[in-house]
């Protein structure tokens, strides 16, 4: 499926191409929830990183974020770059150097409209903030930490590759 995206004040723009373009992952991790989540979480969506154009590069800015222990002893910072729009904030996509064929687009900033998901899957609910309530429906999984089933996975086992 061909998405379109773009930032809140019109500065960026993008394209990519997604077999896997249902929104159906909750993050809850306070990285997700803080930089890109108003209701508590992110969706995120896997597309096809030799795809993906761009206009308006300059206005974007990239967060590499700070990953802490338990204990929050040890920091180091992550190698997965998050970009935004420098000029309204906006969260875009998520792009890891270790899946360096994907991209993973926010749902929130793509314009296209997008399948309803028949099912959800709410992932590292031990990090959720306590004013979340989960609102998981009969058939949605729910994972303190990450699922096992990759974003490709969960499409082909609902037979949703587009």
Not at 135 to 140: F, P
Request: with cysteine; net charge neutral.
């Amino acid at each position: 499926m061909h998405l379109e995206g773009s930032c809140h004040c019109g500065e960026v723009e993008f394209s990519l191409t997604s077999a896997h373009p249902y929104p159906y992952q909750r993050c809850y991790c306070s990285i997700c929830r803080k930089t890109q989540g108003g209701g508590g979480y992110s969706i995120n969506l896997g597309g096809d990183a030799k795809s993906l154009k761009v206009k308006g590069k300059n206005s974007i800015a990239i967060y590499h974020a700070k990953m802490r222990d338990g204990e929050h002893k040890h920091v180091h910072t992550s190698s997965a770059e998050r970009h935004f729009c420098k000029k309204c904030g906006s969260a875009l996509w998520l792009f890891s150097p270790e899946w360096p064929d994907l991209i993973h687009p926010f749902a929130s900033a793509i314009d296209t409209p997008l399948p309803t998901p028949p099912e959800h899957t709410h992932l590292l609910l031990d990090s959720k903030a306590s004013w979340v309530e989960v609102q998981a429906g009969k058939k949605d999984q729910q994972f303190e930490q990450y699922p096992q089933e990759s974003i490709a996975e969960w499409h082909e086992r609902l037979g949703l590759v587009r």
